[in-house]
């Protein structure tokens, strides 16, 4: 079992920054694949940020490359992604997820075995 818990959310204005933690506790292994995802009101879940497995291969959505940046330190078991330019429409819950066994793509849900409780980013125009 592997337990997720996102820090790092809060309300902060239009062009600003956030930095989102997770931090992985239970039985863990190094490397392993992390993704983040956020949800809006009224929305489906969205695919964000992407590191896969060994770190090196890393993954965004359109709507946020070049102003997100997904890093992780293995030692400390820990993912974190950092959001620069924030717009209103970044404004979601935004979730961790981490995937323990090889199988599908670093954009869908279904790759994912373990989802954190979710923190709220609110952006304001």
């Known amino acids: 079992q592997v337990q997720l818990v996102e820090s790092g959310g809060g309300l902060v204005q239009a062009g600003g920054s956030l930095r989102l933690s997770c931090a992985a506790s239970g039985r863990t292994r190094s490397p392993f694949a992390l993704g983040w995802f956020r949800q809006a009101p009224g929305k489906e879940r969205e695919f964000v940020a992407a590191?896969?497995?060994?770190?090196?291969?890393?993954y965004y959505a359109d709507s946020v490359r070049g102003r997100f940046t997904i890093s992780r330190d293995n030692t400390k078991n820990t993912v974190y992604l950092q959001m620069d330019i924030l717009k209103p429409e970044d404004t979601a819950v935004y979730y961790c997820a981490a995937s323990l066994a090889r199988g599908g793509g670093p954009a869908a849900a279904s790759s994912y075995d373990y989802w954190g409780q979710g923190t709220q980013v609110t952006v304001s125009s």
């Open positions: 590191s896969w497995w060994s770190g090196d291969r890393v």
